[in-house]
């Protein structure tokens, strides 16, 4: 986004009026900036209503302080970020990395409950194939009587197994032929909540007897939602105690989000390919959120991965007034963190 040009008052004077509103709550005015700039109050109100006009700042109402606008906001989180973009986390994101966890979901759930209770944000943890996560191969093993043990491989390196009793018996020579065509076919497809092997796949196996291909491709559909990893969302109870801080379309847009798994998918999706693509914390600030309504809300999110691949998201959502410092730095700490944690093994 495009900043109107200002002078360095003018700068000081916006990022101190973002400050003092985030921290308060209140419309900021000249006398309130007074103790905080080296500038007499009548220059202040002067920049104060240049800032207006250029759409950084605007008022309730004729006699009140300045409040910021959406694009005062973006201005004040890109000022953070540029300040020290790899500056290490705080003392308050420290403690993300305190204990152990025995599986992946144990490790998002936990990431995800320490993001809420350090920010009193809503914090939502996505994991691999809740986001996309791809097929990456089927595998079998003949048992006795016509039955197969078949394996399911997915990119992010979960799999998962489970028997299929054929219809017909089938040669080995066949099955060999129909899973290197089914591989050939699946291999990088992604998988999330509304997967289905398309019609293409059912035709790259034509050659084969239909009702044994759609066991197998049946096996394979269940298996891939099997090893979905799920998002987890922590904090609900504390974003509906902001109300104050939050138009009630907003609350209402969020909680319609949760309630509709497309859309958090979505919303997430999206998270994950912007903070991949700008390789770092991503923020998205009221107007910015507009095709999911969010408007009175912003949304700090950044990529988390394993071996240099990304893997999943981790995100912040509540109203506009935010701690973006903190909620910027825990994000990025949570986001090492689980990359570590990852590569690590956990």
Not at 44 to 56: F, N, P
Not at 101 to 127: H, K, P, W, Y
Not at 169 to 188: C, Q, T
């Amino acid at each position: 986004m495009r900043h109107p040009e200002i002078s360095d008052r003018q700068r000081e004077i916006l990022l101190k009026t973002l400050e003092l509103y985030i921290s308060t709550g209140l419309p900021v005015g000249s006398h309130s900036l007074a103790d905080e700039v080296e500038a007499s109050s009548s220059t202040i109100r002067s920049e104060l209503s240049y800032l207006e006009s250029v759409g950084l700042l605007t008022h309730p109402h004729t006699s009140a302080g300045r409040v910021p606008t959406d694009a005062g906001y973006r201005y004040y989180v890109d000022a953070l970020m540029a300040a020290d973009p790899s500056a290490e986390p705080g003392e308050a994101v420290s403690f993300l990395t305190r204990r152990g966890f025995g599986n992946l979901d144990e490790l998002l759930n936990g990431v995800s409950e320490d993001m809420s209770e350090v920010t009193r944000l809503l914090a939502v943890v996505a994991g691999p194939s809740a986001l996309g996560d791809s097929l990456s191969r089927a595998d079998y093993v003949a048992l006795p009587g016509g039955t197969l043990l078949l394996v399911v491989s997915m990119g992010s390196g979960a799999s998962s197994s489970t028997t299929v009793v054929l219809p017909r018996p089938v040669e080995e020579g066949e099955l060999r032929e129909m899973f290197s065509a089914l591989n050939s076919w699946i291999g990088g497809r992604p998988v999330g909540g509304d997967f289905e092997l398309a019609k293409a796949a059912r035709k790259a196996l034509s050659d084969h007897n239909p009702l044994v291909v759609e066991a197998v491709l049946q096996a394979v559909e269940g298996l891939g939602r099997v090893t979905e990893r799920g998002v987890f969302v922590r904090g609900a109870s504390t974003l509906l105690a902001r109300l104050d801080e939050m138009d009630p379309a907003s609350l209402a847009a969020v909680v319609e989000i949760f309630e509709r798994r497309r859309w958090l998918l979505g919303l997430m999706g999206d998270a994950l390919r912007r903070s991949v693509s700008s390789s770092g914390v991503v923020v998205s600030i009221g107007a910015e959120n507009a095709v999911y309504n969010l408007v009175g809300t912003s949304l700090v999110a950044a990529a988390y991965g394993q071996h240099e691949k990304p893997y999943g998201v981790v995100s912040l959502i509540g109203p506009k007034r935010m701690d973006y410092d903190s909620a910027i730095a825990t994000v990025r700490s949570a986001a090492e963190t689980l990359t570590n944690r990852l590569s690590d093994g956990f």
